[in-house]
C-alpha cells in the first residue's frame, strides 16, 4: 500500500525506521481518538476558544479510526509471538527491555526481524 517491495530488501534499520513511522502514527491518532470526546465537549460550550475550533477542524475522525482498524486488523492476523514483539516494539509505549527474561538476544532480533517482514508484507 504505502511502500514497493524494495523495503522489504532494505536492511534491519530502514525496517525499523519504518515500523516505527506506523508507531508513532498509531499512538498519535489511538490519542486523538481518546481525547475527541473532550474536544468536542469544550467546542459545544459558550467560552471557546478559537484555537479550539481550528484543531477540532483539523482532526479527521473518519482517518483516525480506519488507520486504528487498519493497523489492529493487521497485528490480529498475525501469530501471538509476532503480535506481542510488534506491539511491544512499536505500538505501545512499553519499556525498551520488556523482552528481557523472555527471550535471548539472538532470538528475541531472529523473531522482531521475521515480524517486522511480515507485518510489512501486509502493508505494500
Not at 29 to 39: E, F, G, Q
Not at 59 to 68: D, R
Amino acid at each position: 500500500m504505502i511502500f514497493d517491495d524494495s523495503i522489504l530488501k532494505s536492511s534491519f534499520k530502514v525496517q525499523c525506521a519504518s515500523l516505527k513511522q506506523f508507531g508513532n502514527e498509531y499512538l498519535r491518532v489511538k490519542t486523538l481518538l481518546a481525547n475527541h470526546s473532550i474536544l468536542t465537549d469544550m467546542i459545544k460550550e459558550q467560552e471557546t476558544i478559537y484555537s479550539m475550533v481550528d484543531l477540532q477542524n483539523q482532526i479527521n475522525i473518519s482517518y483516525c479510526e480506519n488507520y486504528v482498524t487498519y493497523i489492529d486488523n493487521i497485528l490480529n492476523m498475525i501469530d501471538y509471538e509476532y503480535n506481542r514483539i510488534l506491539q511491544n516494539e512499536f505500538f505501545t509505549n512499553a519499556d525498551s527491555k520488556w523482552w528481557y527474561g523472555i527471550y535471548s538476544k539472538s532470538t528475541f532480533y531472529r523473531l522482531k526481524k521475521k515480524a517486522m517482514t511480515i507485518f510489512l508484507t501486509y502493508v505494500i
